[in-house]
């Protein structure tokens, strides 16, 4: 992964934290639903980053970035409930919380800015 590009970056660590927590939900707290949901969702973030980094066109770009932001949307949703459920504590949760909206941030910043090109 070349350096320098932050939603890439991101995206990629987040997928690895949320790869860990869901080992540690399966094996810890015997959680399989809602974790699956998490682990689909969280790692489908930088999927799509990647995917619209070789986009062919800038709308397939923004539309793969499109994508990465409802990721992650739904992934804050699936921490959140599992916040609310009692599998993850205040801290486990609010710290991942913190780095999903974050990477949330990034692609409505880049589509801004694309869109205000082709103005």
Do not use: H
């Not at 990721?71 to 921490?79: C, D, K, M, P, S």
């Not at 599992?82 to 993850?88: C, W």
């Not at 710290?95 to 990477?103: D, K």
Request: hydrophobic share 35%; charged share 25%; proline share 1%.
């Amino acid at each position: 992964m070349k350096k320098g590009n932050i939603i890439q970056e991101k995206s990629f660590s987040f997928a690895i934290k949320i790869v860990n927590l869901y080992k540690y939900l399966i094996s810890e707290k015997r959680e399989f639903v809602l974790s699956k949901q998490l682990l689909r969702s969280g790692t489908s973030i930088g999927v799509n980053v990647e995917e619209s980094i070789g986009g062919q066109s800038t709308k397939d770009f923004i539309s793969k970035l499109s994508i990465a932001y409802k990721e992650a949307r739904g992934t804050i949703f699936w921490l959140k409930l599992l916040k609310a459920t009692d599998f993850l504590n205040q801290d486990q949760a609010d710290s991942l919380l913190s780095n999903a909206e974050e990477i949330c941030k990034i692609p409505g910043s880049i589509q801004k800015t694309i869109k205000s090109r082709n103005s």
